[in-house]
């Protein structure tokens, strides 16, 4: 397992309040070979300063002098990235010791890998913000393609790019990022993942997520017509998954 090289990329943005405690989290479960690639996407606070003062040879910065969004930023670090396995990391959250180890082998059975989360504090499962009840995906239902997109496209599919990874033979598949793709990097994932019938769920939480009022995905439902194109942009998600 050890031979194997991983990189955690790492989107950033204003996010001085909690990125330090992030990445000592993610720097504790790397390997001496891995790498932790961090683009920042011009932030206005000290984030740079922050993460330069963390000396690690397996950190590098990449900082924009111009906004262009989370999922640009995300893609930008997944190009970067030179791991035989890519992991997606918030600039806010807190990994759980293990998680590395189960993107490994999770990896090996299938090339997209999602697993569950927590509530940082708590442990609580994330609750759906829909139904209130907990958020959870389920190993035996990885494959189950159809059922997972109807759920993707239903919004009640709990697939966060904080938890989830790819293998290094699929990113020049999954990149670029479709041009219409202005959210929901992590649904795109996904939405490859189960096109390709290629996507494994690890039951176990691998993320302590942390809750506050600059978290990039919504906490509560969103209006109706938001909801329509996020639909009609998932929709042609799909369509562009199936030709890749």
């Known amino acids: 397992m050890n031979e194997v090289r991983v990189s955690v990329c790492m989107a950033t943005y ?45 950190i590098t910065l990449h900082p924009r002098a111009v906004n262009h969004g989370y999922v ?25 010791p293990g998680r590395r180890a189960l993107f490994v082998r999770a990896l090996q059975e299938g090339a997209v890998a999602a697993s569950n989360l927590v ?3 708590s442990d609580a499962p994330l609750r759906s913000p829909i139904r209130r009840v907990p958020w959870r995906l389920s190993a035996r239902r990885s494959r189950q393609r ?8 239903a919004g009640v599919a709990p697939y966060f790019g904080c938890a989830m990874a790819v293998r290094r033979d699929v990113v020049d598949r ?28 690890i039951e176990q939480p691998t993320i302590r997520r942390r809750l506050h009022a600059d978290n990039t995905s919504p906490s509560r439902p969103r209006g109706l017509a938001a909801v329509l194109r996020a639909r009609w942009m998932l929709l042609r998600a799909w369509r562009e998954a199936l030709r890749r």
């Open 146 to 153: 159809l059922r997972n997109e109807l759920r993707i496209l």
């Open 72 to 96: 640009r930023t995300f893609e930008e670090a997944m190009r970067l990235a030179g791991g035989d396995i890519v992991m997606l990391a918030d600039q806010d959250d807190v990994w759980i």
């Open 174 to 201: 999954v990149l670029p990022f479709p041009s219409f793709l202005t959210e929901s990097h992590d649904l795109w994932l996904a939405t490859f993942g189960n096109a390709q019938g290629l996507l494994v769920h």
């Open 119 to 121: 509530l940082l504090g």
């Open 14 to 58: 204003n996010g001085a309040a909690f990125v330090g405690e992030q990445i000592r989290s993610i720097l504790t479960e790397l390997e001496p070979q891995d790498e932790l690639v961090i683009v920042d996407d011009a932030s206005r606070d000290d984030t740079v300063d922050v993460i330069r003062r963390i000396a690690d040879p397996r």
